[in-house]
């Protein structure tokens, strides 16, 4: 199943933004962390329990949140 890509973010800087929060949740995940810990580590924060993937979303949006520098 592919990820809806918010209609507000360029579908290719969102699968950008995917691609590099999974290696993120993975780089956690190896190291014994949880998914609330993968937010954490992007200064996020969500109540209750919260999966992998809904992680990986957050943070995807998180990226995509901050302006892209152009070049001159």
Known sequence: MTPSVPDHINPIQWQQAVA??????????????????????????????????RAVDLIAAEICSHPMRRAA
């Open 20 to 53: 590099v929060s999974r290696q993120e949740c993975a780089r956690i995940f190896k190291d014994g962390g949880s998914a609330q810990d993968a937010l954490t580590a992007f200064r996020l924060e969500a109540a209750g329990s919260i999966s992998w993937q």
